[in-house]
């Protein structure tokens, strides 16, 4: 059996009380949780030195960061894994920032899938020459739009991109969309060195967003066999991101512990 997957921290799900504590008492907090990594969605106008600094005073290692798709692009994406790397990850992923035609975009959907699944290719190539890799995250959109035959995003895009372009699933917009977050590992097996974990139903008012608590009338994660599918498949980081009580800690408190008493009853 692989080695279980460790718990990181998706900053976002807190950018309200980093505005509120700065970026190192944050960090300090997420390690006093138990955090053992976090990922980052910018980096607030410090230096890659700086960041490194913070990180390795709290004990903490970055999994990765969230870019938008520009990042990947032209002479941006050099500068992009110049600044990953010095901080010490190799891991930059897109959220859906620039995975969409633009109104300049005068094709057909089924045109700007070959186009998009082209870009990601190249980039995880000349990422890779930086010592990085690039990878997509959904939402649930990727499992609603579809091409003209049938065929969802986000299959589109992973039946036609190269393994070493990587899979980001946050399995709670998988699982909002009604899809099996366990079955895509089996389709796409060996491509996720992180998942987001969510809870479903962010959509819903006075949802909280602690995982293993879904809101009311929602499926929930059935996180006990998404941990045994993920650990088989390899992933390396289960990233929470807790989309309520961005200016407190009231939500990424409880959900690492949950979490972390789920993976050790496995």
């Not at 909002?176 to 895509?184: L, R, T, V, Y």
């Not at 060996?190 to 969510?198: D, I, N, Q, V």
Request: include cysteine; glycine fraction near 10%.
């Amino acid at each position: 059996m692989k080695p279980q997957p460790k718990i990181a921290l998706q900053l976002y799900s807190i950018h309200k009380y980093t505005d509120s504590v700065g970026l190192a008492r944050t960090l300090a907090d997420a390690a006093k949780i138990g955090y053992r990594g976090v990922e980052f969605a910018g980096y607030r106008g410090h230096s890659a030195a700086e960041i490194r600094m913070m990180l390795d005073d709290n004990g903490l290692v970055a999994c990765g960061t969230h870019v938008g798709r520009t990042a990947l692009a032209g002479d941006e994406l050099a500068r992009s894994c110049e600044f990953c790397r010095e901080c010490g990850f190799d891991l930059l992923v897109c959220p859906g920032g620039g995975n969409l035609p633009g109104d300049d975009w005068t094709g057909s959907f089924d045109d700007w899938m070959k186009f998009v699944t082209d870009f990601y290719a190249k980039a995880a190539d000349r990422a890779a020459a930086f010592g990085c890799r690039v990878g997509l995250h959904n939402h649930a959109w990727e499992f609603e739009r579809t091409l003209s035959d049938g065929t969802t995003y986000w299959d589109y895009f992973f039946a036609n991109t190269p393994r070493n372009v990587c899979m980001e699933q946050d399995v709670g917009w998988t699982t909002f969309a009604g899809h099996d977050p366990c079955e895509q590992f089996a389709k796409y097996p060996g491509r996720s060195p992180t998942l987001h974990a969510k809870e479903n139903g962010t959509d819903e008012p006075g949802f909280d967003a602690i995982l293993g608590r879904p809101a009311p009338g929602r499926v929930g994660v059935d996180w006990k066999r998404l941990i045994s599918a993920a650990r088989k498949d390899g992933v390396e980081w289960f990233v929470v991101e807790c989309e309520r009580h961005f200016d407190s800690l009231d939500a990424v408190v409880p959900s690492f512990a949950f979490l972390s008493e789920a993976m050790s009853a496995q």
